[in-house]
């Protein structure tokens, strides 16, 4: 039996290659919350969430306790930072923490809310900024005859 060596050496690094990019494909880089930080004035809370890199996420408001919770997708939270001390106008706590681990990891962040609150949540880069504000109440409109 003769062995085709040219067939055998593309054989050989056509296995090789697969093996190469199935590795990279395990050993790809997990996204990871890298730090949390909290800026605030009397008028505005504006929280920072670094991540390694940009992430989709969710952000949703609860009452009874009032809080809000960021849900960041496909994402670790390696960070010893599971709760936070916060105290200010609107925020009277914050925590952090793996949320789920499959079918895909979902890391959270929640803070714990002083009052009724709007929000707003931009994205950029690696940074997720959510920036609260006090939630102003309608005024009632003067009915005149």
Do not use: H, W
Not at 51 to 69: C, E, H, Q, W
Not at 79 to 104: A, E, H, S, W, Y
């Amino acid at each position: 039996m003769r062995i085709n060596f040219k067939k055998f050496k593309i054989i050989v690094f056509i296995c090789a290659l697969i093996c190469f990019f199935a590795n990279c494909a395990l050993t790809a880089a997990v996204n990871k919350v890298q730090d949390f930080a909290v800026e605030s004035s009397d008028s505005f809370d504006i929280i920072t969430i670094s991540l390694s890199t940009a992430a989709k996420y969710n952000v949703s408001v609860l009452s009874n306790p009032r809080r809000l919770f960021l849900d960041i997708e496909d994402c670790e939270y390696p960070l010893n930072k599971k709760k936070l001390t916060v105290n200010t106008n609107f925020i009277k706590g914050m925590r952090g923490g793996q949320f789920r681990v499959k079918p895909v990891k979902i890391s959270r962040i929640v803070l714990d809310l002083k009052k009724d609150i709007n929000y707003s949540v931009e994205s950029s880069g690696k940074d997720i900024f959510l920036e609260i504000t006090e939630k102003v109440k309608p005024v009632a409109a003067n009915k005149s005859a």
